[in-house]
Structure formats: C-alpha cells, structure tokens
C-alpha cells in the first residue's frame, strides 16, 4: 500500500473502480436503499476519499490511523512524488477497524458527470473528476472532486451556492454506488511505475 | 373489489371534510398561512364513514386515491416527529415553525409523487434530506436551515431516473417548491 519513489501518479483510472468504507453495515436506507447521508455528510463531497480498488484490496479498508499517534498528519498527508515514506507501525500508529464495511463506485460513472448549479442567479456547470491522491500511508488513494467551467476545484471557492452543489453531487453519488463487489483485477504497474 | 374496501358510511359533510383538509397534498406553499390551515389534516384522525351505498365509482376511486395520500402524509409526519425528537439538536437555533411548515410542504409535494419508500434524515450540517423512491425515479430534496436571508431554507430539488439527472432546482423555498410542482408534478412527473 505504501508509496515508493519509484512509483508515478496514474492518470488514466477510467476501467477501474473506487471502493469507500462505511461505519456499518447498514449504510443504505432500509426503505429506499439509498446512502445515508450520516455515512457521507455533504460536507464530505467537496473532496470524496476513496481507493483504488485492485492492488488495493477490500480487508485493507480496516486499516485505520490512530489520531493520537506522533505521526498521524504525515501518515495522511499526500506523498510527494519521488519521495519515499516512513513505514508505519502496526498498534503504534495503526490499527484494524473490523466492523467498517463498504461500497464500490465505478470511476467511468463519475469521471467527467456533470452537474448544473446556480450562483448568483447565473447557471453554471460543475464537472466530476476522479484523481489518483497518493497519501503517505495509502498509493491507493483517490479523491471525487468537483470542478467549474474554468477547471477551478470548487472546494476552494466561498459562497453559498456550495450547500446546493454539494446536495447535489451527494445524490449523484448516492445513485451510483454499488454494493456487491465488482469483477475487478490488479492495477497494471506499467500505469504507476 | 373497490367496494369491499370502502368505509360503510360517508356523509357529504364529512365527505366534504375530507377534500377540503386533504388539499395539504396540493399545496406548492404559496404562502405559510395557506399550509398552516391546511396542516390540520396530518394531525387528525379523520374518522371517514360511509352512509350512501350508492356513490359512484368514480367518487369511490377519487376517495381511495385521496386516502392513499392521506395516509402516507401521516405516516411521513410521524415519521419526521420520530427522527425531530432524536435529532432536534442538529437544528438548534432554528424556529421549529418554520421547520415544520417546510417539512410539511415538502411532504405534501412527495405523496405526490407516489414513493415506493422515503427516507428523511436530518443532518449536521442543519439541513434536512428527503429521499424517495418512485417507480420511475428518485427524488432527493435537501432543506438548508442556516441561511438566514433565504425566506424560510435554502432548498435544493435533484430528481434522477436510469441514473441520470432529469430535473435539478436549487434557490430559496418556495421557488424551489413551486418549480418542482408546476415543471414536475402537474407535468406528468417529466422534466
């Protein structure tokens, strides 16, 4: 999982999928089956952390990184490329959540989906990308942001039409997700080496 | 049959009754005082009796449509009371009134819409999310409760089917409302 100096960042993600934990089993409604939003508060949809899944695989997800270790803001910052990264101990600095479970989005339904937003009472267009976001602790990391006409990340940008938008990148998400696992394979290294 | 489902007396008063208070499904919130006399009906019991067994079965189908949307809209109530009484601190500072004549608007607007199911959440961020699944689509309405120069919540309306967006609204309430009714709803449920 770790990131090597050897490794480059991917840039063509589009035949893969995404897989995000979930505080419980129970992350969909019981009568619309839909995502709840405790699981992925709105304010969470400016910068979505996901996986890659593949190398990357589903019992990684109960890896989580204890807050109070001397490193934990290292440990979840993102790598810089041809760094190499400090191994993290396992009980010092980490530890297995067994009860997280999880859902898959596949990356092709999200890449490039748009979804309008008003500001100012002047239409605009905000366009979904998937970008790979190695972290310190995680190569696999990949992040769902949004992005406006000029290709500004729009978590950077102030105003309230932010509430709508992210209400509304929250639905798509929660239209595409999927529970059962999907066929998936191994990354193909010549993509990140 | 129909027939066999029908209360055994209705009387034109209470017949009557019963159309004018179930009008809270066809409210599009022109102002707060027209959902507030109409709310009355999601907190009664309404006692529907039948005396005629001669109604029509035009009228006894227009009653048990009416009915159906009566009773989600209670059940809906109920359900938002439940999740208010859990809750209720996510939307401190923010005057229960005016919660609920949204709430109560927002209702009105899903049985509408005939959902298979609803989910109402409400979330830390003072907002309150509306999820319903229909037949052909899902419904997503999210209410913002922090914005104070919105006239009662910043509301946003996202409507998806075969997993793409066919309606998308956003601004204050009762534009918002109002659009989804008048582009939605009275559409035939076609963006």
Avoid at chain 1, 131 to 143: A, D
Avoid at chain 2, 38 to 58: A, C, M, R, T
Avoid at chain 2, 59 to 85: G, P, Q, T, V
């Amino acid at each position: 999982m770790l990131p090597k100096r050897s490794f480059k960042k991917i840039t063509s993600l589009s035949n893969y999928y995404l897989v995000r934990h979930t505080k419980t089993s129970d992350y969909l409604d019981t009568e619309t089956g839909h995502l709840k939003s405790e699981e992925v508060p709105s304010g969470h949809m400016q910068d979505l952390s996901t996986n890659l899944l593949g190398t990357f695989k589903i019992k990684d997800l109960q890896i989580e990184f204890k807050k109070e270790c001397e490193d934990f803001s290292y440990f979840i910052d993102y790598w810089v490329e041809n760094t190499d990264v400090k191994m993290p101990v396992f009980e010092k600095d980490f530890s297995y959540k067994t009860d997280r479970s999880y859902f898959f989005l596949k990356i092709s339904d999200l890449d490039g989906h748009v979804v309008p937003y008003k500001k100012s009472n002047d239409n605009f267009q905000a366009f979904c990308k998937v970008l790979h976001t190695p972290t310190n602790s995680n190569f696999w990391h990949c992040s769902v942001r949004w992005f406006d006409e000029n290709g500004i990340d729009i978590s950077k940008q102030s105003g309230q039409f932010k509430n709508r938008l992210f209400s509304q990148t929250r639905s798509t998400i929660s239209e595409f997700i999927k529970q059962d696992i999907p066929e998936h394979k191994e990354i193909s290294k010549e993509l990140y080496m | 049959m129909i027939a066999a489902d029908i209360p055994q007396t209705f009387d034109n008063l209470e017949r009557d009754y019963f159309r004018n208070t179930i009008s809270i499904a066809k409210v599009s919130c022109a102002s707060k005082e027209e959902v507030w006399k109409d709310n009355s009906i999601l907190n009664s019991k309404y006692p529907v009796q039948i005396k005629n067994n001669d109604i029509f079965e035009e009228e006894i189908i227009h009653y048990l449509n009416e009915s159906k949307i009566h009773n989600k809209a209670i059940s809906l109530r109920k359900k938002f009371d439940s999740l208010y009484s859990l809750k209720s601190n996510f939307l401190k500072g923010i005057d229960y009134e005016t919660i609920e004549f949204c709430v109560l608007a927002v209702i009105s607007n899903i049985v509408e819409c005939d959902p298979h199911g609803v989910s109402i959440e409400i979330t830390e961020d003072k907002s309150i999310l509306f999820t319903a699944k229909c037949t052909d689509f899902n419904l997503y309405i999210d209410l913002f409760f922090e914005n104070e120069i919105d006239d009662y919540a910043e509301t946003v309306i996202n409507i998806y089917k075969d997993k793409k967006n066919i309606y998308s609204f956003g601004g204050n309430f009762s534009d918002t409302i109002k659009d989804f009714k008048q582009n939605f709803i009275q559409k035939g449920q076609q963006a």
